[in-house]
């Protein structure tokens, strides 16, 4: 007689097919699928984790984010995740397509990326910048996305493009030559984005109005303001350039002034058990702490500001709810590691 538990386990397994094969492998779905073994790229646990990334892509070439690629598409997924590059959704898909179609030569995985890599350049607006969302589908998603690194992303995957690097040696000249126009106006896109305050130029806001440019608002905690996190990746793809442009200089040069001068210094940030026996966050007095560097700064005074869901700007991360403080990133150490590279920067410029 079949124990009860075995039935149960059975009954599973024609249920949630989805769930026994992703037991299987021990990759999960997130950027460690990009840095495996370069034999592994064409291994059976490869090419099944690539079928179902193949099976969420949508009609439109893009994927949704949020959602464990390496898993059987589900008949009610949500519609609404579908179409985005934010949480490394679509780009990681075609990084991954990418290995897997050059280690096997399956004709399968490379058409699928090319039909990504097509939504990726109808996706870009007119003046270089891409949304969030694409088809367009209203409000802050259509925003220039620098949150999330999404755009800094798109404009990396597409320059390793451009320029046949492995893996995507496999791409037509056809689409070498669109990814390569749509890096050159990406990155004047940036330059024109950067906020200026008078003559200085400084940083990014998370996210830019698509015609004017301006610093604009995403979710109700996230407002225009300068982006101590998100400007960091905007310069290290302006840093990866070869032969940067004259503008180009001056933008990282006076990025890298304004960290510098915009570090929250003598400051730590600590996780501690509040009177009310729950796990609070706060910043402390502690001379000689390495620097920090707030998520986001007031458009004016460069001055930190810290903001919960009652979309009011507060000088304190102690004045927001205790729900954001715990459940959203506001300080971080970011751009510690920025100075380090601009320098070597700087170095290979020169040569």
């Given at each position: 007689?079949?124990?009860?538990?075995?039935?149960?386990?059975?009954?599973?397994?024609?249920?949630?097919?989805?769930?026994?094969?992703?037991?299987?492998?021990?990759?999960?779905?997130?950027?460690?699928?990009?840095?495996?073994?370069?034999?592994?790229?064409?291994?059976?646990?490869?090419?099944?984790?690539?079928?179902?990334?193949?099976?969420?892509?949508?009609?439109?070439?893009?994927?949704?984010?949020?959602?464990?690629?390496?898993?059987?598409?589900?008949?009610?997924?949500?519609?609404?995740?579908?179409n985005t590059f934010d949480n490394q959704a679509t780009t990681l898909p075609l990084a991954f397509l990418a290995r897997v179609a050059t280690a096997t030569g399956d004709a399968t995985y490379a058409a699928a990326f090319r039909r990504g890599?097509?939504?990726?350049?109808?996706?870009?607006?007119?003046?270089?910048?891409?949304?969030?969302?694409?088809?367009?589908?209203?409000?802050?998603?259509?925003?220039?996305?620098?949150?999330?690194?999404?755009?800094?992303?798109?404009?990396?995957?597409?320059?390793?493009?451009?320029?046949?690097?492995?893996?995507?040696?496999?791409?037509?000249?056809?689409?070498?030559?669109?990814?390569?126009?749509?890096?050159?106006?990406?990155?004047?896109?940036?330059?024109?984005?950067?906020?200026?305050?008078?003559?200085?130029?400084?940083?990014?806001?998370?996210?830019?109005?698509?015609?004017?440019?301006?610093?604009?608002?995403?979710?109700?905690?996230?407002?225009?303001?300068?982006?101590?996190?998100?400007?960091?990746?905007?310069?290290?793809?302006?840093?990866?350039?070869?032969?940067?442009?004259?503008?180009?200089?001056?933008?990282?040069?006076?990025?890298?002034?304004?960290?510098?001068?915009?570090?929250?210094?003598?400051?730590?940030?600590?996780?501690?058990?509040?009177?009310?026996?729950?796990p609070d966050r706060r910043l402390a007095l502690s001379p000689g702490a390495p620097p920090l560097w707030a998520r986001f700064y007031d458009l004016t005074t460069n001055a930190p500001i810290y903001m919960g869901r009652d979309s009011v700007a507060h000088p304190d991360l102690?004045?927001?709810?205790?729900?954001?403080?715990?459940?959203?990133?506001?300080?971080?150490?970011?751009?510690?590691?920025?100075?380090?590279?601009?320098?070597?920067?700087?170095?290979?410029?020169?040569?």
């Amino acid at each position: 007689m079949i124990s009860r538990s075995w039935l149960i386990a059975i009954a599973l397994l024609i249920v949630s097919p989805a769930a026994a094969q992703t037991s299987e492998s021990p990759v999960a779905w997130n950027a460690g699928v990009l840095t495996q073994s370069a034999d592994w790229y064409s291994s059976s646990d490869a090419r099944r984790i690539a079928d179902t990334v193949v099976s969420h892509q949508s009609r439109e070439g893009g994927w949704p984010k949020n959602t464990p690629l390496n898993e059987i598409a589900r008949a009610d997924a949500d519609p609404g995740l579908a179409n985005t590059f934010d949480n490394q959704a679509t780009t990681l898909p075609l990084a991954f397509l990418a290995r897997v179609a050059t280690a096997t030569g399956d004709a399968t995985y490379a058409a699928a990326f090319r039909r990504g890599l097509d939504y990726v350049l109808d996706a870009q607006y007119p003046n270089g910048g891409w949304p969030q969302y694409y088809p367009l589908r209203g409000g802050y998603h259509d925003n220039l996305t620098f949150n999330d690194d999404a755009m800094v992303r798109v404009l990396n995957l597409l320059k390793a493009v451009a320029v046949g690097q492995q893996p995507y040696g496999f791409v037509d000249d056809a689409q070498r030559a669109r990814a390569t126009e749509a890096v050159s106006r990406g990155v004047e896109i940036i330059l024109l984005s950067q906020v200026r305050q008078g003559d200085r130029l400084t940083v990014w806001c998370a996210q830019h109005d698509p015609v004017s440019l301006a610093p604009a608002w995403a979710r109700k905690f996230e407002p225009p303001s300068l982006s101590g996190s998100e400007s960091v990746g905007v310069v290290r793809f302006l840093m990866s350039l070869d032969e940067p442009s004259p503008e180009v200089v001056v933008a990282v040069e006076a990025a890298a002034a304004w960290f510098e001068s915009s570090a929250i210094r003598d400051t730590r940030l600590e996780t501690y058990t509040n009177a009310e026996g729950q796990p609070d966050r706060r910043l402390a007095l502690s001379p000689g702490a390495p620097p920090l560097w707030a998520r986001f700064y007031d458009l004016t005074t460069n001055a930190p500001i810290y903001m919960g869901r009652d979309s009011v700007a507060h000088p304190d991360l102690a004045d927001i709810e205790r729900e954001r403080r715990m459940g959203y990133t506001y300080v971080g150490a970011w751009p510690a590691s920025l100075p380090a590279e601009v320098e070597a920067w700087r170095r290979r410029v020169a040569e």
